[in-house]
Nanobody, 127 residues
Framework: QFVESGGGLVQPGDSLQLSCAAS????????IGWFRQTPGKEREGVAC????????YYTDSVKDRFVVFRDHASDTVNLKLNDLKPEDTGTYYC??????????????????????WGQGTLVNVSV
């Protein structure tokens, strides 16, 4: 089971850092992806990171604004969201699978490929 944290209400241009932790076990066992969903829309892939943290992938809409990284000391996978826009609003989920499955899900938008999910944390970007 995974637990996300760090969401909140912010203004356009602000930054947030989301965190994903495992409640039991270690995140080092998995590649991790971040996905988001707004009401009425399909869940979309945002970014993913390999088990050792050396390889990352981002969807085009967040490239150069978001950064996904591992903190091995705290055993978390974090997503730093910079220069937030209203269209970034949504519930953000972390998920675990192999890196190839996660990258395919981010590219295709088919989140049903992914095996393990957290409960989500809400990000609201509003004036």
């Amino acid at each position: 089971q995974f637990v996300e944290s760090g969401g909140g209400l912010v203004q356009p241009g602000d930054s947030l850092q989301l965190s994903c932790a495992a409640s039991g076990g270690s995140l080092d066992l998995y590649a991790i992806g971040w996905f988001r969903q707004t009401p009425g829309k399909e869940r979309e892939g945002v970014a993913c990171i390999s088990r050792n943290g050396g390889v990352t992938y981002y969807t085009d809409s967040v490239k150069d604004r978001f950064v996904v990284f591992r903190d091995h000391a705290s055993d978390t996978v974090n997503l730093k969201l910079n220069d937030l826009k209203p269209e970034d609003t949504g519930t953000y989920y972390c998920a675990a699978d192999t890196y190839s499955v996660l990258k395919s899900a981010v590219i295709s938008g088919d989140h049903r490929l992914v095996a393990i999910w957290g409960q989500g944390t809400l990000v609201n970007v509003s004036v």
